[in-house]
């Protein structure tokens, strides 16, 4: 969404006092069998979790209190790892995608601390260090455009309404938040009213809410304290903890609730759905190793670059929203056929122009573009402006020869260009096995001298060239 | 031609001899020469690729990043005589038709090409579909032009394929193009989404590296002033004689500020500013004004009959408007049909790189409204929006341009730490040709 349009709509969500969608698909599949979601605490300085509440959606979660979150001892981490591990195998064992719901990118930032400070950890238990490879797998899915794995509450809100605040509040879910509650008169003024509390899985420390400081008040307190004191001590700082951890999971459950009450069809996403389903289940059936080789790094970058493709494309094909905003960049050309060359109906060759009253195209000559909401794709032969200004875009019919509601003179389509999106993995297999030195050596190999014409090159061209 | 320009022009020779010959018969495996715009680095494929299938009776593939590419360096190549011309493209490519006829073309790899000394021009995505046709050694040379647009990561699949390579390319343009974020691969060892020859360089530092050091398109003090602002590395001058890039105009000036913008570049300063006062409109896809502004100085240039002096007068296809937004972009395009200037081409910089013509239009990227991007920063773009014209740029832009380069904030989180900054340095090219332009009374206010 452009600059203007995205001011407008903010405006208007700020007169209606309400989000306002702006896309009419969503870029997430529904929510698949073993759907999960993670809401934490962090100790904000050392990067640590002090709270972690975990579960199914459809219940209270389970929550774990660390009262020493930065001590050696990690097995209060245990029922979250044993929770993460069933949670997985359930996935493994029926073959079927998984999800992650998380409030806020803040989470994802900790479980990715989480799995680093443990994939490796020589000295913590088996079912720790399982922990720490699964989170590293979920934060690692989560860099993949399109991928379907790790639901952000917040992002999902952000990527597909608006509200009436400056895109910058809208980094706070409880504040976007209360533009869809039809119980909240004034969301502007409630939403900022939310905002002087975190939403970003740390404990609050405003003069009127503590909470940060006093924790660490106890902590210090409960150590040199000891017997029933210490326990009254300790008792405290889990209400805090375990009060809070419960507003940052209720915050993930109504971001969630809000954005599935959009009610946006999510048609077009198989495809994504499946990719993402495949890598993740690759990861945590075969362990997570990070791209370090040149080889998997570009696969890497391959993969991501694919994801971005394929979603940008599944948006476009299934949200007439954005096409109509593309369309104003050139991205999807809106025309009606003009002529149709078909010597046989039904069968190829088969060649189209349409005509778009769009003077602003960014289709170029070979591209392979297909027909909005149909099966059928073509290449771009020729690109010619007409007389009142617009484009006639001449497409060779490569697929979908037969669905003549579209071939036809007079019929009404939007074009847009196929996603390129692939993988060559069978190309960087070559290039695993022969290792060319630039990209596997530590040194510049030396190779043999050819004997020199001994003239000027400028020369040896000149003569070559043509009278 | 005075002697400064003759010794200029002589020392840009050799460097090309030596690269070429370094390349063809040294001991670097790879070699890689830098060109500013319009060093002729084509030129120098060309004369590459003329030694090597001569008498050395090499097999060699030009690798270019995109399939135009391609075809533009296949037209250049049929002006020689060589044993063997080439290409291979895609199978759902159809030939331009400058060169149907001309050249054996094959719709993806076959067997019957590469067959003795010669050469053969692809894509590197081609190549790389057909690996399990290709070896190690298929290739004695591999010339890869516009290398620093292609990303190493793609170099990489072909990489294996020629036992010397040799990398040509201009360091100051847009970088490789990466739809997703690779912010997580700058702190990798290997930098595969970098450019080949800064990933070759970044690894291997004793590269041979040929910087050419002239440029035949831009004036002296265009040349000079894109120079110091977008090739730190690499000093290069200008051989290009102002005397023979005059434009004159039969009609003499009418309109107050656009009229002396012209004038001043038919005086000599080929790279000049026309503002409009005040501030983009904030909420406008495009500055209409500021669009209708570029198609009146596009039409001015015709309309007082701009001559080339001792070459010829000025067309609609020797004017180019250049805008780094489409739909900025359509909108100058609407401005100059509503005054029949139709032909004129306006395009984005991406599809301007690697062209020239005599007069370039070109919208300033910092005139827009809120704060600049790292779209809008980007040095690369900035690069080759200034660098296309022969004989004149102007700029055009909102005169609150100024106040956004004094007030711009860069901030301290845009890149991973140790990582390359290209938005800052971006900016510090902004500035140093902002405020040049200011400080040599180049900027015509409305």
């Given amino acids: 969404m452009n600059a203007f349009d995205d001011t407008l709509h903010r405006a208007l969500a700020r007169a209606r006092r309400r989000a306002l969608p702006v896309r009419t698909s969503s870029s997430l599949s529904p929510d698949p069998d073993v759907t999960i979601g993670i809401a934490t605490i962090k100790i904000v300085t050392e990067e640590q979790i002090q709270a972690v509440a975990f579960g199914t959606l459809d219940r209270a979660p389970t929550v774990i209190v660390r009262l020493d979150p930065i001590g050696r001892d990690v097995s209060d981490l245990l ?70 794995l790790v639901a952000d509450a917040t992002a999902q809100l952000q990527g597909h309404v608006v509200t009436g605040m400056a895109p910058i509040e809208e980094g706070h879910l409880h504040a976007i938040l209360a533009w869809f509650d039809p119980a909240v008169a004034d969301p502007l003024f409630e939403a900022r009213e939310r ?52 507003h940052e999971w209720d915050l993930m459950v109504a971001g969630r609730r809000a954005f599935l009450d959009l009610g946006l069809p999510s048609a077009g996403l198989d495809g994504l759905v499946k990719d993402s389903t495949k890598r993740v289940a690759y990861a945590l059936t075969n362990g997570f190793f990070p791209a370090r080789q040149p080889d998997h ?35 999807v050309v809106a025309g009606t056929v003009s002529a149709v060359r078909q010597p046989r109906p039904k069968f190829y060759p088969c060649d189209i122009d349409v005509d778009s009253s769009q003077s602003v195209v960014r289709l170029r000559l070979d591209d392979k573009v297909s027909i909005v909401g149909t099966n059928v794709t073509g290449v771009v032969r020729g690109l010619d402006t ?79 060239r043509r009278p | 031609m005075t002697a400064t320009r003759q010794a200029r022009l002589d020392h840009a020779d050799r460097v090309l001899d030596e690269a070429i010959e370094r390349s ?93 000394p010669g050469v053969i021009v692809t894509n590197v995505h081609l190549l790389a579909s057909y690996l399990h046709q290709l070896g190690p050694g298929s290739f004695d040379l ?21 036992s010397r390579v040799l990398m040509v390319g201009d360091p100051g343009q847009l970088d490789p193009v990466h739809s997703a974020d690779t912010t997580n691969l700058e702190a990798g060892a290997h930098k595969i989404h970098w450019s080949a020859p800064a990933y070759v360089l970044d690894r291997f530092p004793a590269t041979p590296v040929f910087g050419l050091p002239v440029t035949r398109r831009l004036l002296p003090d265009t040349s000079d002033l894109v120079q110091a602002s977008f090739y730190p590395d690499l000093p290069f001058q200008s051989v290009v004689d102002p005397a023979e890039r005059r434009l004159e105009f039969r009609l003499p000036g ?48 015709l309309v007082r009959q701009a ?31 509503q005054r029949g200037r139709g032909a004129i081409r306006v395009d984005t910089v991406e599809r301007w790189q690697g062209l020239q013509l005599p007069i370039s239009i070109v919208r300033h990227p910092l005139s827009r409204p809120s704060t600049p991007t790292g779209f809008d920063l980007e040095a690369g773009r900035w690069c080759v929006a200034l660098s296309r014209h022969q004989i004149g740029c102007v700029i055009v832009a909102r005169a609150s341009v100024g106040d956004t380069i004094r007030d711009y904030v860069h901030g301290c989180d845009t890149v991973a730490a140790g990582a390359r900054d290209s938005t800052w340095r971006g900016f510090e090219a902004h500035r140093t040709i902002w405020n040049t332009l200011v400080a040599q009374d180049r900027v015509f206010a409305l």
């Fill in chain 1, 79 to 148: 029922p979250f790892a044993r929770f993460l591990n069933a949670t997985v195998q359930r996935s493994i064992v029926a073959d079927a995608p998984m999800r992650v719901w998380l409030p806020h990118d803040v989470t994802l930032e900790a479980l990715d601390v989480l799995g680093h400070r443990y994939w490796r950890n020589q000295t913590a238990s088996a079912e720790i260090v399982r922990m720490g490879e699964l989170c590293r797998v979920i934060a690692h899915e989560a860099t993949i455009p399109g991928q379907q």
């Fill in chain 1, 195 to 246: 905002i002087r509390l975190p939403a970003s899985g740390i404990l609050p420390n405003t003069p009127d809410h503590p909470h940060d400081d006093r924790v660490d008040r106890l902590r210090k307190e409960a150590k040199s304290a000891s017997g029933a004191y210490r326990q009254r001590l300790e008792a405290q700082i889990d209400a805090i903890l375990r009060n809070w951890v419960q």
């Fill in chain 1, 297 to 331: 790094l570009a696969a890497q970058l391959s993969v991501m670059e694919a994801g971005q493709e394929k979603a940008d494309h599944a948006a476009l094909e299934s949200d007439p929203l954005l096409r109509a905003q593309a369309m104003r960049a050139g991205a």
């Fill in chain 1, 386 to 464: 007409t007389p009142t200004g617009g484009t006639r875009v001449s497409l060779e019919i490569t697929g979908g020869v037969r669905t003549q509601s579209v071939l036809s003179v007079g019929a009404g389509v939007e074009l847009v260009r196929s996603a390129f999106a692939f993988v060559n993995l069978r190309a960087l297999g070559v290039v695993r096995e022969q290792q060319s030195w630039i990209f596997y050596g530590d040194t510049a190999p030396t190779i043999a001298a050819r004997p020199s014409t001994g003239q000027s090159a400028l020369a040896i061209a000149t003569a070559a």
């Fill in chain 2, 24 to 116: 063809l018969f040294g001991t670097d495996p790879v070699s890689i020469a830098k060109s500013p715009p319009g060093a002729g680095k084509t030129f120098l494929v060309e004369c590459a690729a003329a030694v090597a299938a001569g008498a050395p009776g090499m097999r060699v593939v030009i690798v270019t990043p995109g399939v135009s590419q391609l075809y533009d360096i296949a037209e250049r190549l049929l002006a020689y005589r060589l044993p063997r011309i080439e290409l291979a493209h895609a199978t759902h490519r159809v030939l331009p038709p400058s060169l149907v006829g001309r050249i054996a073309a094959s719709s993806g790899w076959s067997t019957g090409l590469n067959v003795g």
């Fill in chain 2, 142 to 162: 591999m010339i890869v032009d516009e290398a620093y647009q292609l990303a190493a990561s793609d170099f990489m699949l072909v990489a294996h394929l020629a």
């Fill in chain 2, 254 to 301: 009418l309109v107050p500020g656009i009229d002396h913008a012209l004038d001043a570049v038919a005086a000599g300063k080929s790279l000049v500013v026309v503002t409009l006062p005040g501030a983009p409109p904030p909420h406008q896809e495009a500055d209409l004004d500021l669009a209708g502004l570029m198609a009146e100085i596009a039409d001015r240039f």
């Fill in chain 2, 307 to 337: 001559q080339w002096m001792g070459n010829r007068a000025l067309t609609e296809s020797d004017i180019g408007c250049i805008d780094p937004h489409v739909i900025a972009g359509g909108a100058i395009g609407d401005g100059l049909r």
